[in-house]
């Protein structure tokens, strides 16, 4: 396993700046992510707040017994009984099969730089995953993509559950789950590792009640060794423990959506995307109506009632909620990484570029609830590169970081060119150059029929052109029919490398790379040093 770190550019012009230009964006976060300093100013003032240690760990432990999580993480759990512990914490979504492969990628990124920054403290740095199990949209949980042919094929899991209903509350239909991972692992191809991996998925479905459970019993798999503590944002243990920052998000619900909404006005003003939608009467709240996850606003009288009018509660009623049945109420986006920094001391947050864009409006609302936001670091991200793909890398000697950033489509077609004896795109070119003087006295004839018969003869060399087009095409394909095979090649290194016009990570899921390469081979991923300085980093395998 070699690492190979490169520089990609992202589409978003906000996390370019937040990496690269941060003075354009500093006033928006507290700390600069490029500061050496801010770790040891971090640590001092998490240790000086105040948090519920000892009844946080007890809830971890009961969790992750239910997970039969690893040694390794009740060893780190117990750090965070002392008071001289921080944290490090991404989070995630419940994905089936743990999800796309940044969702592990963000795993590995938590526990390098709690890791990390242990060594550089000398003091107890713990890493943990927040599963975001209060989560409601199943459909960006309920499959996974596998590569057939020529494309990336979805395969969703047949269940049909509320569609307002929490993730973790989602009962995981045993046969359907069982019929459902015996069908994706039918669309790979055999190897050593494949009958235990099936007989491990099939027992994890066995043993999980919600599709969270599935997910922390595959990423304990994954990373065993790995100390990483899971935790369940959606498990009413945690709840309970939420009581007083629940109280305290409802009595300045205000000040925070106002805040929150004039700092994305600002990005707004700024020319930046805005991936976060906010507005002045959003309270940011969730409350659990008739089991179904209903979004809260406020209305002129101070009520806090659904977009829909669904339900209706006043500012003491919803209090009494908290005190009375806490597990009614869940977070949004904006109040999540409240919620996190009141429950755990965190030491840094771990994000991806969208996270990170939407945390840039945060900074008021966590002043209002008495909070430091904590420093942003974006995640490390990460390609796979197995052995064939880089073989036929290196026989068309194409560049690894420009196919991981841009796809191998011009160089595909740039090889065909050159196997043609006739340079087909400069002699379509040239056909419409010389076409477009020929034709030129007929346009210019045109204008004295009027604005019409005008408009025809432009429309008319287009017509030309676009056969001329169509023609140079069709040279393309019948070249491509006589290369099958090495246009096979280029489209296995874009669908590996490129898939869907983005990066790897966003699209492959974890399977086929435990089922070429055995379930460790993440274990040993994390095994290398990775600098968070370097933006994405090439894995060959």
């Not at 520089?7 to 906000?14: A, L």
Request: net charge negative.
């Amino acid at each position: 396993m070699r690492m190979e770190a490169i520089d990609i550019q992202s589409k978003q012009r906000f996390f370019n700046d937040y990496q690269h230009n941060f003075d354009q964006v500093s006033d928006q976060f507290e700390y600069n992510p490029r500061e050496e300093s801010i770790w040891s100013e971090r640590y001092q003032y998490v240790v000086n707040q105040s948090y519920q240690r000892e009844a946080l760990s007890d809830v971890l432990v009961e969790m992750n017994k239910k997970w039969e999580a690893p040694t390794e993480t009740f060893e780190q759990i117990e750090k965070l009984r002392k008071e001289n512990s921080a944290v490090v914490i991404a989070g995630q979504q419940a994905g089936l099969m743990t999800g796309p492969l940044y969702t592990v990628h963000k795993a590995i990124s938590v526990l390098q730089l709690a890791k990390q920054k242990q060594e550089e403290l000398q003091e107890p740095v713990v890493p943990v995953f927040w599963i975001a199990g209060e989560d409601h949209d199943f459909d960006e949980i309920n499959h996974v993509f596998l590569k057939q042919q020529d494309h990336m094929e979805k395969f969703s899991i047949q269940q049909n559950p509320d569609p307002k209903q929490s993730v973790s509350d989602m009962a995981l239909e045993q046969e359907t789950a069982n019929k459902w991972v015996k069908s994706v692992f039918s669309e790979i191809q055999e190897t050593e590792f494949t009958n235990d991996l099936l007989k491990q998925c099939l027992s994890a479905v066995e043993k999980s009640e919600s599709f969270t459970d599935f997910f922390a019993r595959l990423m304990y798999q994954l990373l065993p060794e790995s100390g990483l503590v899971l935790f369940d944002a959606h498990d009413p243990m945690a709840r309970e423990l939420e009581r007083p920052y629940f109280h305290n998000m409802i009595e300045k619900n205000e000040p925070i959506a106002r805040g929150v909404y004039a700092a994305l006005q600002k990005n707004r003003n700024q020319g930046y995307e805005t991936l976060l939608d906010s507005e002045m009467d959003d309270a940011h709240l969730f409350y659990q109506h008739d089991g179904d996850r209903t979004l809260l606003v406020r209305d002129e009288a101070g009520h806090f009632k659904g977009k829909n009018d669904e339900v209706v509660l006043s500012k003491e009623d919803l209090l009494e909620v908290v005190e009375q049945q806490p597990w009614l109420l869940s977070n949004n986006v904006v109040t999540r990484p409240l919620m996190q920094d009141c429950l755990f001391p965190v030491l840094a947050f771990i994000g991806g570029p969208g996270e990170i864009n939407y945390w840039s409006a945060l900074k008021p609302a966590f002043s209002e609830v008495g909070l430091q936001m904590p420093p942003v670091i974006p995640r490390l991200s990460f390609t796979l590169v197995d052995r064939r793909t880089q073989q036929i890398l290196d026989k068309y000697e194409l560049k690894t970081s420009t196919s991981v950033e841009y796809g191998v489509g011009e160089q595909k077609l740039n090889w065909l060119s050159s196997h043609s004896v006739a340079p087909i795109e400069q002699l379509g070119e040239q056909v419409k150059v010389e076409m477009d003087r020929i034709h030129r006295p007929l346009r210019e004839a045109s204008s004295q029929f009027g604005a019409d018969i005008e408009q025809l003869a432009d429309k008319n060399l287009e017509y030309i052109q676009q056969h001329v087009d169509f023609l140079t095409k069709r040279f393309h394909q019948s070249l491509e029919q006589q290369y099958t095979r090495e246009m096979k090649e280029f489209e296995d290194v874009e669908l590996l490398l490129h898939p869907n016009g983005g990066l790897q990570e966003r699209v492959w899921n974890i399977l086929p790379w435990i089922n070429q390469y055995g379930l460790d081979v993440f274990e040993r991923m994390n095994e290398s040093y990775y600098s968070f300085e370097s933006p994405h980093y090439i894995v060959h395998l």
